[in-house]
Nanobody, 114 residues
Framework: VQLQAFGGGLVQPGGSLRLSCSASGLNFRLNTMDWYRQAPGNRRELVALITSNGATNYTDDVKGRFTISRDNVKRTLYLQMNSLKPEDTAVYYC?????????WGQGTQVTVSS
């Protein structure tokens, strides 16, 4: 299983970014996919998840600002991030729990700063 995340960058407060994560080596459409993030000195935390049937869930900090989605044909996971805040600054990772183990993408840095 390989996950490759990209799309991070530097953005001003109130701005937007869209992260993407391409997946291979698994039956993408059958698996719940997640986005996590880790800020310096903090634990890695779950940001959003999307199930195989499209149900979504978000941590309270991002509700109403972030949208997780998936394209099963392209085998790609997305995270649309709007109204970004400095506290959203972190490395963002895509993740899947597959065949009893965790798989992580390499992480993409998101920095929100003026």
């Amino acid at each position: 299983v390989q996950l490759q995340a990209f799309g991070g960058g530097l953005v001003q407060p109130g701005g937007s970014l869209r992260l993407s994560c391409s997946a291979s080596g698994l039956n993408f459409r059958l698996n719940t996919m997640d986005w996590y993030r880790q800020a310096p000195g903090n634990r890695r935390e779950l940001v959003a998840l999307i199930t195989s049937n499209g149900a979504t869930n978000y941590t309270d900090d991002v509700k109403g600002r972030f949208t997780i989605s998936r394209d099963n044909v392209k085998r790609t996971l997305y995270l649309q991030m709007n109204s970004l805040k400095p506290e959203d600054t972190a490395v963002y990772y895509c993740h899947v729990w597959y065949r009893s183990r965790d798989y992580w993408g390499q992480g993409t840095q998101v920095t929100v700063s003026s």
